[in-house]
C-alpha cells in the first residue's frame, strides 16, 4: 500500500472513532445555553429543596451504587486512552468513591460577643464548570461530582477529548443513580461538543460561577483568564529525594510504588530521584530487586529520549503512560518479569529530569549531600508547588524539606500516593488546586463563605 493510501485509511479510521465517541455523548443537549440551563434549574432545586440529610444519604447512596462499577469503568478509561495500569486505575476509582469527603466535612463557624451572633456558613457557588484530565478522566469526575454536589452545587463536566466513552458512562452513571434516589439528575451534566470553542463559551456564561480546570498550564491559563473565579490544578513535577539516613530497602520499594502507579500518569508521582551519593548505589540495588530495570548503556538511554521525546525535547503525548515493558521492547531488549520502572541515571538538565514525562522511566541524580539535594529539588520542581517527597530519618531534613518546598502535598517515608489517601490518613482529592493555592481540594473548596450578623440577640451568656 502506498503512504498516501495509509495516511487516507487512518484519516478514515480517525473520524469514525472520532464519530462514535461523539455519539457517546448524544443524549445531552448540544448547545451551550441548553445544558447550563438545565444544570442551573436542577441545582437551584439540589440547593434548596435537599437539606443536608437527605443530601447526605443521596451522596452516601451514590458511593455504594458507584463502587461496583470500579472495575468497569477503569476497563473503559484504560481503553480510551491507551495509558495506565488496570489494577491501579480500579484502585484509584475505588480511592474516589470511598475516600472523597462528603457532607460531613462541612462546619459552622460561629462567632458570639456583646453585639449578639455571628454566623459564617459555606455556600454553594450555583453551576460549577469542571474540566477533567484525560490521565485521571473517570476518577476526576467521580472526586469532583461528590465534593461540589456536597456543597449544594451543580456541575458541568468538560471532557477530555482522548477519554470521552469513560466520561460520558461515568457520568451517566451517577445521573441514573441520582434519578433512582430521587435527586435530579440534570445537577450534573456534561458538554457533549468539547471542542475548545465550546469550553469557552461554557465558561462565559452568566451562570457559571466557578471554573475548575484539571490538566496541564493551557486549561489552567484558560480557567484564569474566563474572568470566573477559578480553581486551577495544574502540571506537577514532584521530585523524590533520597538522602543518607533513610531506610533505603524500604524507600527503594516505596519510590518504585509511587513512580510506576498507573505508571506514572498521577500528577503527584515521583517524577525524578535524586539520591544523595554514599546511598545510591546501594538505592539502586535495592529497586532493581524491586522492579526497576537501569538501563545503563548510553546509546539506549539515546534511543529511550528519542523515543518519547520530540526534537525540542517535550513529551511525545503518545507515548505518555505504557507499561514499561513496552518502552523497553521498543528498544529491543527484552523486558525483564515484573518490571515496573525504567530507572535512568542522568544529569539535572536533562529532559528527563526537567520535564514531566508521565512515563514510568524515572531519571536519578547523585548529588554530594542533603543540601545540595534539596536546592535541586526546588529547582526541578519549576515552583509549581505541586507535590514532592523525602526518605529520611533526619528530623531536621525532613522538616527542612517541607518548608522549603512550599509544595501542596509533602511525603515523607511513603509512596507520593500517600498524600492522596493510599497508605495515608488523609481525604482524597483529585484536583489539586496548585496555581491558585487551594491544595488538595474538598467540598470545603467548592463553596463560598457567607456571612450573616444579627445584632443584638441570641447570647446565651
Ligand atoms: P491537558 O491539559 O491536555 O487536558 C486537560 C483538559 O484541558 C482537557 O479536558 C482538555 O480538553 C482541556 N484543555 C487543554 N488545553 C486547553 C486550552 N488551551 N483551553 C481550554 N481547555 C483546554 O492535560 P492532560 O494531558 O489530559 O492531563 C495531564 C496534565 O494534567 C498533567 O500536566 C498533570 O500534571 C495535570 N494534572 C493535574 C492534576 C492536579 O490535581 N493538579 C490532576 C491530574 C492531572
Redesign the pocket.
Known amino acids: 500500500m502506498k503512504a498516501i493510501e495509509v495516511d487516507d485509511l487512518v484519516k478514515k479510521i480517525v473520524a469514525k472513532v472520532a464519530k462514535e465517541l461523539a455519539q457517546e455523548g448524544e443524549k445531552y443537549p448540544s448547545s451551550v445555553k441548553d445544558i447550563v440551563e438545565i444544570t442551573s434549574k436542577a441545582q437551584k432545586t439540589w440547593q434548596w429543596d435537599f437539606n443536608l440529610e437527605s443530601r447526605s444519604k443521596i451522596i452516601a447512596a451514590l458511593k455504594t451504587k458507584l463502587l461496583p462499577h470500579a472495575e468497569e469503568l477503569a476497563q473503559l478509561a484504560r481503553e480510551d486512552t491507551n495509558m495506565g495500569c488496570l489494577d491501579d486505575k480500579i484502585l484509584k476509582k475505588k480511592l474516589s468513591i470511598i475516600k472523597t469527603p462528603g457532607p460531613e466535612y462541612f462546619t459552622t463557624r460561629a462567632i458570639s460577643g456583646d453585639n449578639g451572633l455571628v454566623l459564617e456558613e459555606l455556600a454553594p457557588f450555583g453551576v460549577i464548570v469542571s474540566?477533567?484530565?484525560?490521565?485521571?478522566p473517570v476518577a476526576?469526575v467521580i472526586n469532583n461530582t461528590i465534593c461540589m454536589l456536597s456543597g449544594g452545587n451543580g456541575v458541568v463536566f468538560?471532557?477530555?477529548?482522548?477519554a470521552l466513552r469513560c466520561t460520558f458512562k461515568t457520568i451517566d452513571l451517577i445521573r441514573s443513580i441520582l434519578a433512582q434516589e430521587g435527586a435530579p439528575a440534570d445537577v450534573v451534566s456534561v458538554l457533549s461538543d468539547?471542542s475548545?470553542d465550546s469550553?469557552?463559551e461554557l465558561m462565559s456564561h452568566p451562570e457559571v460561577k466557578l471554573v475548575s480546570?484539571?490538566?496541564?498550564?493551557?486549561?489552567v491559563?484558560?480557567?484564569l483568564s474566563s474572568g470566573k473565579p477559578a480553581i486551577g490544578?495544574?502540571?506537577?513535577n514532584p521530585p523524590v529525594l533520597v538522602d543518607e539516613t533513610a531506610h533505603l530497602e524500604k524507600a527503594a520499594k516505596d519510590v518504585i510504588a509511587g513512580a510506576s502507579f498507573d505508571n506514572n500518569l498521577?500528577?503527584i508521582a515521583e517524577k525524578e530521584l535524586i539520591a544523595v551519593n554514599c546511598i545510591a548505589d546501594e538505592l539502586k540495588e535495592y529497586m532493581c530487586k524491586n522492579g526497576a530495570f537501569e538501563l545503563k548503556d548510553r546509546t539506549k538511554i539515546e534511543a529511550l529520549a528519542n523515543l518519547v521525546l520530540t526534537k525540542d525535547q517535550k513529551i511525545k503525548?503518545d507515548m505518555?503512560g505504557k507499561d514499561a515493558s513496552v518502552y523497553l521492547a521498543r528498544l529491543g531488549i527484552a523486558p525483564p518479569p515484573n518490571v515496573r520502572l525504567i530507572l535512568v541515571e542522568c544529569d539535572e538538565k536533562h529532559p528527563f529530569v526537567q520535564e514531566?514525562l508521565?512515563m514510568p522511566i524515572l531519571a536519578m541524580v547523585r548529588v554530594a549531600d542533603f543540601k545540595e539535594g534539596l536546592a535541586m529539588a526546588k529547582r526541578v520542581e519549576h515552583d509549581f508547588r505541586?507535590s514532592a517527597v523525602i526518605h529520611s530519618t533526619n528530623i531536621d531534613n525532613m522538616s527542612d524539606m517541607a518548608k522549603f518546598m512550599e509544595t501542596s502535598i509533602f511525603v515523607k517515608n511513603a509512596p507520593s500516593f500517600a498524600g492522596i489517601g493510599i497508605r495515608g490518613d488523609c481525604p482524597t482529592?483529585?484536583?489539586?488546586?496548585?496555581t491558585t493555592g487551594d491544595g488538595p481540594t474538598t467540598p470545603l473548596s467548592f463553596c463560598r463563605v457567607r456571612r450573616c450578623v444579627l445584632h443584638g440577640a441570641f447570647r446565651i451568656v
Not at 474540566?131 to 485521571?136: A, G, L, R
Not at 480546570?213 to 486549561?219: D, I, L, Q, R, Y
Not at 490544578?233 to 506537577?236: D, L, M, N, Q, T
Open positions: 474540566i477533567t484530565p484525560s490521565t485521571n476526576t468538560s471532557p477530555h477529548p482522548g468539547a475548545l469550553l469557552k480546570a484539571t490538566g496541564g498550564p493551557g486549561v491559563k484558560a480557567a490544578a495544574g502540571p506537577g498521577p500528577c503525548k505518555v514531566e508521565m505541586h482529592s483529585f484536583t489539586i488546586g496548585t
